[in-house]
């Protein structure tokens, strides 16, 4: 009997006030007339005003964000919008900034209709401080590890080319095979920082009227060599009148040096790869092709992972930073990237850029 009992109390207890009152996050409900009914004490904690002090007053007299009523989170609400996330900067009542994260959503009845809002607010006062952690530990790694590595290969450099006195056989085989090594390290630390810098939003892309059919052509030229060396042809399609896009030269150029240098470095002699592009409005969609052997199954979701490699390609140079690095960039100018691939049958490689290029966090 004592059990049954205890069954009962439980089912009757009201578990969602429970949640709302225990959640880390403040929880704020207000009526369609934006006046508050919910505080809970994490929003308690976060604005400095208590629950009593805020229930029944207007929420744009407790919530205060950087840009004014224009930034109320709940006004999109409002406007139609089912559910907005954002990051914002909140005043507390003692002036204090508090980076947040915010969601906001309607509240319905049954039948659909909104009886009010609810906004919950995380706070990123932490995040934020380890992200800044990541940062200086980015530009430490930039200063104190890239500048001995490209110091220490310049001074081997100059041993090989006799600057101390001749060298003997045995001795510029060593040499050599060192300033390679610090040659595939320096270009590590590189492709690390770029992924990092990328990563931490750090290197932001800086739109500028770019020149699709020219940029196309310098990135198939400079890698013109690379594909001769394998007897391997590159053919560039492009449709006339292709339209000039928003977007960072430099990091468009990154985006086709790598995936058109993985084309050739997995294809086998006396093969294609090509370079096609087509407006399909409100981008421009870009294609990589080769007629390599394909991607595994397994690997397709891992694919754009930072360090990931694929099966069976341990005797091919890498460092699993390239597609990872395509992705970000991708993603910063607001675009997507995707592959159609079967074992044996290559590889085909595609992206967007919009027409109208955003910079959007990488994700």
């Known amino acids: 009997m004592p059990k049954a009992k205890h069954a009962n109390s439980t089912r009757s207890h009201d578990w969602s006030h429970f949640l709302i009152q225990k959640t880390p996050g403040a929880v704020i409900t207000a009526d369609t007339q934006g006046r508050i009914t919910e505080f809970n004490p994490a929003a308690e904690r976060?604005?400095?005003?208590?629950?009593?002090?805020?229930?029944?007053?207007?929420?744009?007299?407790?919530?205060?964000?950087?840009?004014?009523?224009?930034?109320?989170?709940?006004?999109?609400?409002?406007?139609?919008?089912?559910?907005?996330?954002?990051?914002?900067i909140m005043h507390s009542r003692s002036g204090q900034e508090v980076p947040v994260m915010i969601s906001s959503f309607a509240l319905r009845d049954e039948r659909g209709a909104i009886y009010g809002g609810a906004v919950i607010i995380r706070d990123l006062t932490l995040v934020k401080r380890l992200e800044t952690e990541r940062r200086h530990l980015v530009n430490m790694f930039a200063h104190d590890l890239k500048t001995p590595v490209v110091g220490t290969a310049g001074l081997i450099r100059r041993l090989l080319q006799g600057k101390l006195g001749e060298l003997s056989p045995p001795q510029i085989n060593y040499l050599q095979t060192v300033d390679r090594e610090l040659h595939h390290l320096e270009e590590l630390i590189t492709?690390?920082?770029?992924?990092?810098?990328?990563?931490?939003?750090?290197?932001?892309?800086?739109?500028?009227?770019?020149?699709?059919?020219?940029?196309?052509?310098?990135?198939?030229?400079?890698?013109?060599?690379?594909?001769?060396?394998k007897d391997i042809t590159l053919s560039i399609n492009l449709p006339p009148g292709i339209p000039t896009l928003k977007a960072d030269p430099?990091?468009?150029?990154?985006?086709?040096?790598?995936?058109?240098?993985?084309?050739?470095?997995?294809?086998?002699?006396?093969?294609?790869?090509?370079?096609?592009?087509?407006?399909?409005?409100?981008?421009?969609?870009?294609?990589?092709?080769?007629?390599?052997?394909?991607?595994?199954?397994?690997?397709?979701?891992?694919?754009?992972?930072?360090?990931?490699?694929?099966?069976?390609?341990?005797?091919?140079?890498?460092?699993?930073?390239?597609?990872?690095?395509?992705?970000?960039?991708?993603?910063?100018?607001?675009?997507?990237?995707?592959?159609?691939?079967?074992?044996?049958?290559?590889?085909?490689?595609?992206?967007?850029?919009?027409?109208?290029?955003?910079?959007?966090?990488?994700?």
């Open 191 to 229: 492709r690390f920082l770029e992924f990092a810098r990328l990563d931490l939003r750090i290197m932001i892309p800086q739109p500028q009227d770019l020149d699709v059919a020219g940029e196309c052509q310098e990135v198939v030229t400079l890698l013109m060599p690379l594909a001769e060396a």
């Open 46 to 88: 976060m604005t400095g005003f208590s629950r009593a002090e805020a229930l029944g007053r207007d929420t744009g007299e407790i919530l205060h964000f950087q840009g004014g009523e224009a930034n109320f989170p709940l006004n999109q609400v409002w406007g139609g919008k089912l559910e907005v996330t954002e990051e914002l």
């Open 250 to 363: 430099y990091l468009f150029r990154r985006v086709l040096e790598n995936l058109i240098g993985n084309a050739i470095k997995y294809s086998p002699s006396g093969s294609t790869v090509w370079l096609n592009a087509q407006v399909e409005d409100p981008a421009v969609r870009f294609a990589v092709k080769d007629q390599g052997p394909g991607i595994s199954p397994d690997d397709l979701s891992h694919l754009f992972e930072s360090f990931y490699r694929g099966q069976g390609v341990a005797n091919i140079p890498g460092f699993g930073l390239g597609l990872a690095t395509v992705k970000r960039i991708i993603d910063a100018h607001g675009g997507r990237i995707w592959v159609d691939t079967s074992p044996g049958h290559g590889s085909a490689f595609y992206f967007t850029i919009p027409l109208e290029t955003q910079n959007t966090p990488s994700k």
